[in-house]
């Protein structure tokens, strides 16, 4: 018997063990955790925004808002209030998955909305992270940008 229980005990030890490491499962990125407001140059020469938070434009001037997402998880970035269109405009609103290695699955990557300030003034844009199905929930994440042009 107590041949039969060593064994046991050491494969009942080692599942253990491999099932206690980190947990590698995808919890709904939001925007607080996507690094923080940065002045670094966007791929059009304007400003990157990667939180919520205010934005200061000049007119015909850009700005890129950049956060973190994974349309795998069934999410997505989309504006719940349009901004006020004679003030700003969005010039384009694209996601871009990060690059990985062959055969993995589930990789996230960046939304960017890249804006475009038309005529001074101010006007607000709410971004919700959500699954477009699940219309009956306010989604998993917010982010509101309060936009200056001047």
Known sequence: MRTFLI?????VALTAVACSG???ESAP???????????ASGPDGGKVITESGPITLATGADATIELEANPTTGY???LSTEPDTSIVRVVSDEYTATTAE?????VGGT????????AAGTT???MRYVRPWETDQSGADTATFDVTVS
């Open 124 to 126: 607000t844009i709410e």
């Open 111 to 118: 939304q960017r909305v890249v804006l475009q300030g038309v």
């Open 76 to 78: 997505q970035w989309e």
């Open 22 to 24: 980190d947990s590698d």
């Open 7 to 11: 064994p046991l005990a050491v494969v």
């Open 29 to 39: 990125t939001t925007a607080k955790e996507a690094a923080t407001t940065t002045t």
């Open 102 to 106: 062959d055969g993995m699955v589930g």
